[in-house]
């Protein structure tokens, strides 16, 4: 058994201010590669807004001029409009991961509860807090008005489903209504792997209206051939990733159990979202956002559809909301079933 966190690959800029073997080692992995793609990018409340870089969820002219052959259908097509309530009781989106700086400034207000399954340093990853910003970040998140945040944290490098389980457990005990699960375990087709007690637990969210949302991953493997993952159980929705060519990025997993895809940037563009603030951050420049890769990052973006989904008709299940997103989704590639908030929208059951 391989377990990976599903980023690839971090982009930097510039502002002021998984496969392998059977093993039972859970290995946490993070690959990086050189490119660097430097921009103009003011902090937040000056002069730009950083929402013009959030090319993923809409049509934006911002970043047009540093790259022509950006893709105009290559976003997920969110444009909130006015018609989608702010519900009276948000909607509660449990977060599981490692690494969440909670007083970011950019989340803080949207974090009801911050839950320790195994106690880790918030500045050990970058990690949680990047994929809770594609969330619900004020400027740049897919639904920073409607959600919720409950933060679990986890130690990916402790092997084990034991403390998953009781992430999970403790989700469901929070009243969480969406669970994002951007990491995984992979397991050769000779061994299934996922305990049954495991299996049970997802069921159970499932059955509670319990929408549990799982990244892919990054190995580009044919899911039907090669491996067997989280995102491939039939209690959950499986994300892949597209790039800005609107096409499947090249690092994705892929295959028939894989439920939707959405953008999650290439080596050439990534998603914009939350870095660890100042020195602690990833982006070396200290500008407390980061440009980010992976189906880490297309896993949120889901999630977030799901929340407006939620805000709309909290009553929609697992089925319906898959049936919905898949039923009016683009076709990417002549196969992958891409996301389209809007018509997934105009045509709620």
């Known amino acids: 058994m391989k377990k990976y966190i599903a980023i690839l690959i971090s982009i930097f800029f510039i502002g002021c201010g998984g496969g392998g073997g059977s093993s039972s080692i859970l290995n946490y992995e993070l690959e990086k590669l050189s490119t660097t793609v430097v921009f103009p990018i003011t902090p937040i409340g000056t002069a730009i807004d950083y929402s013009d870089y959030t090319w993923s969820l809409k049509q934006t002219s911002e970043l047009n001029s540093y790259f022509d052959n950006l893709n105009v259908d290559s976003n997920a097509n969110i444009n909130m ?18 690494g969440f700086q909670y007083n970011h400034p950019d989340i803080a207000d949207k974090i009801i509860d911050v839950h320790y399954i195994n ?6 990853s970058f990690h949680g807090t990047g994929v ?19 933060l679990i944290n986890v130690d990916f490098d402790i092997p084990g489903e034991d403390q998953y389980i009781q992430a999970f457990q403790y989700a469901k005990q929070q009243g969480a209504q969406i669970i994002n699960c951007s990491w995984g375990s992979s397991f050769d087709d000779s061994s299934y792997g996922f305990s049954q007690t495991y299996l049970d637990v997802l069921n159970d969210l499932k059955n509670n209206n319990i929408h549990v949302v799982f990244a892919a991953g990054n190995d580009s493997s044919d899911l039907d051939n090669n491996w067997n993952t989280d995102a491939e159980i039939e209690f959950v929705l499986g994300v892949g990733a597209t790039s800005k060519d609107n096409i499947l990025t090249d690092y994705s997993n892929y295959g028939s159990q894989i439920d939707i895809y959405a953008p999650g940037g290439d080596s050439n563009l990534g998603l914009i979202s939350l870095d660890l ?63 389209n908030v809007q018509q997934a929208i105009d045509n709620l059951p």
């Open 119 to 124: 106690q880790t340093d918030i500045t050990s």
């Open 81 to 98: 409009p006015s018609t989608i309530p702010t519900p009276t009781n948000k909607i509660k989106v449990a977060i599981i991961d490692q």
């Open 132 to 150: 809770a910003g594609i969330i619900a970040s004020t400027y740049l998140g897919v639904v920073p008005n409607n959600v919720e945040l409950i």
């Open 277 to 339: 603030t100042g020195s602690q951050g990833n982006n070396s420049f200290d500008s407390n956002y980061n440009f980010w890769t992976g189906t880490s990052f297309s896993t949120p973006t889901i999630s977030g559809v799901i929340a407006i989904l939620l805000s709309i008709d909290n009553t929609l299940t697992p089925d319906e909301i898959r049936n919905v997103l898949i039923n009016n989704s683009d076709i990417i590639d002549g196969i992958y079933s891409k996301v």
